[in-house]
């Protein structure tokens, strides 16, 4: 089998490394930035830490905010024209993975101009060109958006989370700068955290996972379980708000090149239909899809509960298999994450709807366990 692995051309970590942005935009050879961004980056002072730095390098820019949490078809065209109008020839994406799939939407559609009704980028999409070049600065630890060659619009017509893969909207430079998250509320470093180890037990059990994806993997899931917490619990420790911005990149490095599976592929009408936080939603379920899944995971269900903390020696492997889906229920439960549906507003009326969508969702085909839409309505029944 061929393997294809896909990263950014250049990557900086490290508090304090937006300071690298000036050299950055110089190497690019780029004269004019659109800063996209959302409006609470910039009402609480956020993505100033970064348009500070270009002020001081004088790089000019235009700051777009219209991002929604869970960006749409308008949002994307929107921003396309701005970037038009400003005459930028560079995109700066600062904040969660709203922002960055947005300027990835505009991006592409920026030098691929066919692809401008939007909607045609579902799925993999046969474009031609590199997008206009962005520069990723997230502040979150979780999505990784920064690093991967996904994205995700929502059709609002059709009410629907589009997943869109195309390598050639990969961000040309990612600077994973953990001081841009310090100021990021408990509930969302604990959503945004429980995306990351989603990402990362997906990517390690998804039916595309190779020696290299889980050697990323497993990392991300040990990192995640030595941080989360604190960066919850004490969100001005850099040691763990660092080690989170590192874990959740790392999982994105491999979860970009070999998919996910199930939890997200319920996740994401969970967003579409009742605009429910990704991370909570995939939060919520990823203990009970982990379960459905356990008879195909032996093999490597032991190794995510030892990179949880736990100790299976003396251990069948059915018991450190299930200590494995304990150990993710405990750390969601311990950092706040509801644990039914009915917490959220969703109701036994609106499973039918949630599921015909799960079953179509881009990523569940990569499920290590296959699935019916008869077994998706019972999981959500289960986390009713």
Request: one cysteine or more; aromatic letters at 6%.
């Amino acid at each position: 089998m061929i393997h294809r692995f896909i990263l950014n051309e250049v990557s900086y970590f490290g508090p304090g490394a937006r300071k690298e942005l000036p050299e950055v935009v110089g190497r690019l050879g780029k004269k004019k930035a659109l800063v996209v961004t959302d409006k609470g980056l910039i009402q609480f002072g956020v993505a100033k830490k970064v348009t500070d730095v270009l002020d001081e390098a004088g790089i000019p820019y235009e700051i777009f905010s219209e991002v929604k949490p869970n960006p749409t078809v308008t949002n994307v065209k929107d921003g396309l024209k701005a970037f038009e109008k400003s005459g930028a020839d560079l995109l700066i994406a600062i904040g969660g993975g709203s922002a960055m799939d947005t300027a990835k939407g505009i991006g592409i559609v920026a030098n691929n101009p066919e692809f401008s009704d939007i909607v045609s980028l579902e799925g993999c999409a046969p474009t031609k060109n590199k997008s206009a070049p962005i520069v990723a600065l997230p502040t979150t630890a979780g999505t990784a958006a920064e690093t991967t060659i996904n994205y995700v619009i929502i059709d609002e017509e059709k009410k629907k989370k589009m997943v869109c893969v195309d390598p050639n909207d990969i961000p040309a430079v990612a600077i994973i700068d953990a001081e841009l998250m310090y100021s990021l509320p408990k509930n969302l470093t604990a959503a945004t955290g429980m995306d990351a180890l989603t990402h990362a037990i997906e990517g390690y059990i998804t039916k595309g996972a190779w020696e290299m994806s889980d050697m990323f993997e497993i990392e991300a899931i040990r990192m995640i379980h030595r941080n989360l917490e604190k960066a919850v619990f004490e969100p001005s420790n850099p040691e763990g708000r660092n080690g989170m911005a590192v874990a959740q990149y790392i999982a994105g490095m491999a979860f970009s090149n070999v998919g996910l599976g199930l939890a997200h592929g319920m996740a994401h009408p969970m967003g579409s239909l009742f605009d429910i936080p990704h991370g909570v939603a995939n939060a919520l379920l990823l203990p009970t899809v982990m379960e459905f899944n356990m008879e195909a995971c032996k093999d490597k269900y032991p190794r995510i509960a030892e990179a949880m903390g736990v100790d299976i020696s003396g251990m069948t492997v059915d018991e450190a298999s299930q200590a494995a889906v304990d150990a993710v229920r405990r750390l969601a439960v311990t950092v706040g994450i509801p644990q039914h549906l009915t917490e959220l507003g969703i109701t036994e009326a609106d499973i039918p709807a949630l599921a015909d969508q799960a079953l179509a969702d881009v990523c569940t085909p990569g499920n290590p366990r296959d699935v019916t839409l008869a077994d998706i309505i019972a999981l959500y029944r289960k986390v009713l």
